[in-house]
């Protein structure tokens, strides 16, 4: 990993999320990504929900094949911003891509949201869960209003 | 007594006789035989008094008054399983009743369908994002026919849901759901407490589908009509029992309702939550480290400050203090004005209890200053407590008795400023890693006089007369190396918390004596022309620095295990074999986290020369002499399972009788004990099998 | 990648050729050195008015950069400035937080910005080479204040009330960063995302 630039400080065991930060991780404003592929160009973008796995573990939903999958495939680590409109918190994280999932408890609460919403659209068939990336938490910042 | 048909005598002993009947009549409803059917009878006119519809209404009532919870609905499913219509709702308007959900549309629907919980917190972000991309599709011409199916029953704008489907014994019955206009409106917990409501709403709506389904066979039994009615009084008393059952329930959910707003309040550790939802938490005996830490002279200090200076100073204090604790794995129980209570060793048990407490309260002391400019006093006990939830019932809190908390208080409060005291107790299970002083006797009410000893700081590796001998030729020239090593740990691995890694397995210390000892070999071979020379040796193409970070870093792992994997002795040679080698995977991770994947194919070879799978395989210089430092410490060092360690002369012994250590083998091994030994003893024996010292 | 469209902006020989006079007016240094023909027709594009609109738009703006060791970093950009001669892009980054994507950017100059209707979804990615940096001007203040209004409305709107959400989204001092788009993607949930932009 070896960010010793980085403002965020980072210890030996990864990084906890607290419970705090869970109305950012489904939050109106969606959240934002960058990767980064391994011939060095970033891409940035816009992912509509952040799964909580567990306190050292977050998913994202793989519903196609997309920059962002690509890259965090070649080059794991990432970087997430999020917000929480109810009490107007940023949240900044490192994380590292781990593995994806297509079954198991994490794939089918993911899949179970999904599908609720898109069967009231109509739009069962177009948002399918192809796989549940889940990620390893590296480092959590909260920017707090009065602190930004 | 009248004479009863002996069937329906036995029945009637069975129900009267035993109150539990009533729970089991649910299991037997399914059989089909001629006596059962009877009992289902008479279940069912139970269950007729309490008719389902006034079960479910009851229920979402209880939800709202109790639980907050104020627009909720309990959908039905048809026999075909197709459609899911509402049988009860509060918090709608009128006329929500009898609404239809298809089964797969809509959140609730797909409960029904996949049989599965969701809970949804921001719905209306999420359709907006499907709307969008619904109108892009339909821009295209690609978007898939919408369906036909009306508006859905529910509030026109929520924001989150949770929907539970109900089922028994694997079949759909319905679906239970609330809903909020908020967004996250809803936690786990919720989904806890409406799981646990879901289970009793599905069993009332079986009892009384099968219920409706026995009165259309009721006569078959007219037979039994006369008898049945007398039986039905005696059953009066089961109505009642039934009613009071589903009080119970209530209560249940009451409790669990406290027991959700104490989560949140952090009352209790995390690890008894599951435990305390589920009702099963019993207050049990366990042996802890108890600490206390009070502010000298706060009162006078804090009578010169604005209240709200008081809170706002005091709560750093706290805030600091209980990230040290948490740091060694301890839990703050309460504070006491300016004072705190630490607890070690809760809720389950641990073998490094009193240790992880002495190390706590030495990082106090020593980052107090940084923080707060009055002295503390800290005390610390080790015993028995017993431990639970106590209180009243709204305001109960995980907290431990006994006159081993009352000790350590007395602890404390003898304890000088700046100081940490402990008690008898604490001190023989910490004895050999600290520096400590005895303080004398002190009366402690109740107790008569007890002993109190003041812990100075972590044992000096430099001095440590049971790693290294005062005469060794270590002890004699090399003996500023320790402090080398410190700082080189120091500007390398600020981030890694050594102290607090080494206290998991009582092993202080031990990285960086494995990095001295190595290191100090390394330059004694080093100075001998001959040995150093020699290129089959290969020691002068060995980075210090290498052999430094992989010394410090080879057990990093240790954070990843359990304390029990750690501590306790492995039972056989295979359960060893896999905890090394998840300690090895463990530390891979953690050193690829330092960003210093450089050294993993090291540490493998480490990891496989110790546990010597291929003796005859030949192994690096490297990799030998950290073994070589490693094995020796891990021997000499005291340690919590092994009891005492190993006099230097055994440790030795042992090292020369490792397999890979043929006589004249290894010239490396042979260095070390020259380098470790006392310098008056010698080796007397050293053959194939036998190696003595004198 | 080098199709007709780069040779395009040539057609307008009008058209300034370095690299937005009006935006580098406001910015002082220069990061790294000038390469001939950054800017100019060899791959500089006309950015489609419709994504001005959406740049200039109250929408959410953000901003990618990587490291050298390829570690990559998102934060927000707090408004947009296309340049008049729509080749340019000035994104506002607040100083608080733009420790790590300025060393990011004076390290190698990639920048992505995606810009996000957060109404309806509608969202592009501009990927390039930074050109300058620098304080802002009090111009590109007043755009930065707008846009923080405008975005605030529009949310506003949806979730919450307008001076709270004001109140809240104040990103203090600012850094001008002005980079030229190489390559822009639609990416609007739906059939087309992912798919490139061409360019006028």
Known sequence: MATARSAVRRAAEPALLPNEIKPAMQGAIPASICTCSLDGIPNATIISQVY???ARHIALSCQFFNKTTRNARENPFVSILM???????????????????TEGPVFDNMDMQIEAIASLTGMSGVFKLKSADVYEVLAVERRSPTTG | MERKEPRVAAVREQIVGNQAIIDQLNARLARKTEEVRIIQQISSGVLGTLDLQAILERILETMDSLLGFSHAVILLSDEAGQTLKVAAARGYPQGSLGAVVPVGIGPLGMVAKKQRIVRLSNIQSQLGYHAAVRARLEADGQAPRADASGPLPGLPDAESQIGIPLVVKDRLVGVFAVESQSPNAFDEVDEVLLTIVGNQVANAILNARLHEAELARAGEL??????????????EASVTERTRELTSVLETVKREQVVSSKLLARTAPAEVIPDLLAGRLQARR????????DLQNFTSYSSGLEPDEIFSQLNELFGWAGEVIQRYRGYVNKTIGDSVMALFGVPNGSPTHALDSVLAALAMQRELHQKFSLPMRIGINSGPVTAGMLGSHDKSLYDVLGDTVNVASRMEHYSEAGAVSISEQTYNLVAP??????????????????NRYRVVGIKDLATDARRIDPSSLFARDFRGVIDEVYDFRRRLFLMVDFVSLQARDGSLSHSEAVASFALVLLRYLLSQESLASDPALGLRSIDPERLLRIALLHDLGKHALSGSELNEPCPDSAQKDRLRGALLQHTLAAVERLGMTDLAPDIEDLYRFESCVDCAQPVRPLIELVAIADIYDALT?????????????????ELLRLPYCRPGSRPFFTAFVEMMKPEASRIAVRSADKVLFW | MDRQQTRKPAAKPTAPVDASPAMDSSATAVMGEQQPGTGA???????????VELLHGGNVLVVGTRSEKLMAHVCRAFGARVSPDRRAITVFLPKSFSTTPMANLHGNKQIALTVANPADHECYQFKGETTSEGPVSPDDQTVS???RTKLCAKLSRKYSNFERFFDHFQPGPLHAVTFVPREIYDQTPGPNAGRRVEMD
């Open chain 2, 433 to 450: 890693y600290f520096e400590i002083q005895s303080m004398g006797e002190h009366d402690v009410k109740g107790k008569g006089r007890m």
């Open chain 3, 41 to 51: 027709a060899t791959a500089s594009l006309l950015l489609p008015e419709r994504l």
């Open chain 2, 286 to 293: 366990i042996a802890i480290s108890v600490l206390f830490t």
């Open chain 1, 52 to 54: 909580y796995v567990d």
């Open chain 3, 145 to 147: 204040d707008l846009y």
């Open chain 2, 637 to 653: 060092a005291p340690k919590l399972y092994k009891g005492k360690s190993w006099r230097i002369t055994g440790a030795l012994e």
């Open chain 2, 222 to 235: 007219k037979q039994f009509n006369a008898e049945l009615s007398r039986l039905n009084e005696t059953l």
């Open chain 1, 83 to 101: 917000i929480d409109l109810e009490s107007y918190d940023e949240w900044y994280l490192e994380a590292r891509y781990d593995h994806s999932e």
